[in-house]
């Protein structure tokens, strides 16, 4: 941001009033406080699969695939708000030096840990495709010796009376697992994986068109020609996203549906926030 005398003037001429700028900052943060919450809900998701999968021998390179979720909405909360610090709250003489550099660095260490998430999804994906048909016997049979049944992507129950007769003639097991599946659900979660790593690819291609805007903003070379350009690379990936989020409504996945859409209204903040702080780059050198 620029220039705090004419911050009033700037508001009210994007905004239209301060009382419309007050309410876009309470929904604003709102928003926010939503995709803090639902790392929590991811966590306890999580946990829940997990009683089912690496229950009680998770190894340090499992760890990513069984909590993918969790991490990747945390580093992304922080990287959100790093993102809202420079963009909207702090003044444009403050990020310089040590700030600049710990702001920098901070955001460095989320994208490391974002891809090491994407990481995760794609392990997740390869574990989808990696089953081998159960060996001809009734599930059924099974019942009391620890066998679980998936019933959706990371959603698992344990095997019972009733729900092993949902397996069909031909289930398939997950190798190095006690997990069966019939053919229908395996094939619903396979493409759910492949909805997680388009997704997380597609987010991580947003923060680069990002990172590259406010690295330019902050040396005053984001000229409208360039902000032009990236905005019609980013209403691609952002349709994708939309598309994305739409699959899960769809497919039944509440959480992931209810959080895709919390991102892109979040990511709606963050491009406005953006406009805002060249807007008022644009004021000051014309007012100067």
């Not at 699959?247 to 491009?271: K, N, S, V």
Request: charged share 15%.
């Amino acid at each position: 941001m620029t220039g705090q005398k004419t911050m009033a003037e700037v508001k009210t001429n994007i905004f239209g009033s301060v009382n419309r700028f007050r309410a876009f900052t309470a929904v604003k943060y709102l928003t926010y406080a939503l995709l803090s919450i639902n790392v929590l809900l991811f966590l306890q998701a999580e946990l829940l699969a997990l009683e089912h999968t690496f229950a009680g021998s998770i190894k340090p390179w499992q760890f990513i695939q069984s909590f993918a979720e969790t991490v990747d909405t945390a580093a992304w909360v922080v990287l959100l708000l790093l993102f809202e610090l420079e963009t909207s709250v702090l003044d444009d003489s403050r990020i310089r030096g040590g700030v600049q550099v710990a702001l920098h660095g901070v955001r460095g260490l989320c994208y490391l840990v974002i891809g090491y998430a994407f990481t995760g999804y794609f392990a997740e994906l390869v574990t989808l495709y990696d089953v081998v048909p159960f060996p001809g016997m009734d599930p059924c049979t099974l019942l009391g010796q620890d066998f679980s049944i998936l019933v959706g992507l990371d959603d698992y129950l344990p095997i019972d009376a009733e729900n092993c007769v949902t397996l069909g003639a031909n289930p398939f097991q997950f190798v190095g697992f006690s997990i069966l599946s019939g053919a229908a659900t395996l094939e619903s979660a396979q493409y759910l994986g492949w909805a997680d790593v388009i997704n997380a690819a597609t987010w991580i291609l947003v923060c680069v068109v990002l990172e590259v805007e406010v690295r330019l903003q902050l040396r005053g070379r984001l000229s409208d020609r360039i902000m032009t350009a990236t905005k019609y690379l980013k209403f691609s990936l952002y349709g994708i996203l939309f598309c994305a989020a739409i699959y899960w409504g769809f497919r039944g996945d509440f959480l992931d549906f209810w959080d895709a859409c919390l991102w892109l209204f979040a990511f709606i903040f963050i491009e406005l926030n953006v406009f805002e702080w060249q807007f008022e780059t644009t004021h000051e050198e014309n007012k100067a």
